[in-house]
DNA sequence: ATGGCTACTCCTAGTAGA
């Protein structure tokens, strides 16, 4: 018997598909994914680019709004049982959660809220998201199936995942209840996918667009792939592509690809 | 020391991002 080839998972805040098209496709052509989760695609459905991304070989399921937030899956086979936001989420709710199974995953994506200022109603927003999400978790999903999260955080989980830790203490992104909220995510039953291969500081996913932080290496770890401990035990591995964040109109952010044999 | 860039819209200024 052959064993079944490994599948790519793929996360990526693209910071709007439409203007970041060209190197999304440019992107899925030298990766070749097997399922990609987007966020930020900040669009609505109708307008999603899915001739273009079915042109790619990729079956599209969004979750837009104009302007702001919006998140998709891409896949090779079609998504299934497909579930768009949270079950609290109310009418005209922001559009931040997209859920569905392929090839026997369940794949869980999502654009944490950024949080504003620390204190701010945006920051309680942020935590009490959270808090539905991890309520949702604990309702409808279960953590001995194979599931993952993946996506934008909006949380660098530890000083290791920060460029200035003692800078950056207290800000959003990096402060204790926020690392609380996405603690309180493992606790349910996830791992962090990739600190399960690789310990040192400095790996990060985003860098601010001013200042040019990228090449002065100024980046945070927000975007992850969390793992419940069946999907856990078979992620090979976990990478970021920051490649992508070099070159002409990147995103801010890099993708971050998982493997599961 | 510095909100320094990018993308969006009710568009050429204000808002948001993180």
Redesign the pocket.
């Known amino acids: 018997m052959t064993p079944p080839a490994p599948l790519r998972i793929a996360t990526w805040?693209v910071?709007?598909v439409?203007?970041?098209l060209a190197r999304v496709l440019a992107w899925l052509e030298r990766q070749r994914p097997d399922i990609v989760c987007l966020q930020?695609t900040?669009v609505v459905d109708d307008d999603f680019p899915a001739a273009e991304i079915a042109a790619a070989g990729y079956r599209a399921v969004v979750f837009g709004q104009?302007?702001?937030n919006g998140v998709a899956i891409l896949a090779r086979e079609e998504p299934v049982d497909v579930v768009r936001g949270l079950p609290d989420d109310g009418p005209g709710a922001e559009r931040r959660l997209i859920a569905a199974t392929v090839g026997g995953v369940r794949v869980v994506g999502v654009y944490a809220?950024?949080?504003?200022?620390v204190g701010s109603d945006?920051y309680a927003f942020k935590l009490d998201w959270y808090r539905r999400l991890r309520a949702w978790l604990d309702a409808a999903c279960d953590p001995a199936a194979a599931l993952l999260i993946c996506g934008?955080f909006?949380v660098a989980p530890d000083d290791r995942d920060v460029y200035d830790p003692v800078a950056w203490r207290g800000q959003?992104?990096c402060t204790d209840a926020e690392r609380e909220a996405l603690a309180g995510l493992a606790a349910w039953g996830v791992v962090d996918g990739l600190r399960l291969h690789r310990q040192e500081g400095g790996l990060y996913t985003?860098w601010?667009?001013?200042?040019?932080a990228f090449h002065r290496g100024w980046g945070?770890r927000?975007d992850h792939f969390l793992l419940t401990h069946p999907l856990a035990a078979r992620c090979t591995a976990v990478d970021i592509d920051r490649d992508e964040r070099k070159g002409d109109?990147p995103s801010?952010?890099a993708p971050v690809i998982a493997t599961v044999g």
């Open positions: 805040n910071n709007s439409r203007a970041r930020e900040k104009k302007t702001y809220p950024n949080g504003g200022e945006k934008d909006n959003t992104l985003w601010d667009y001013r200042a040019g945070l927000i109109k801010d952010h």
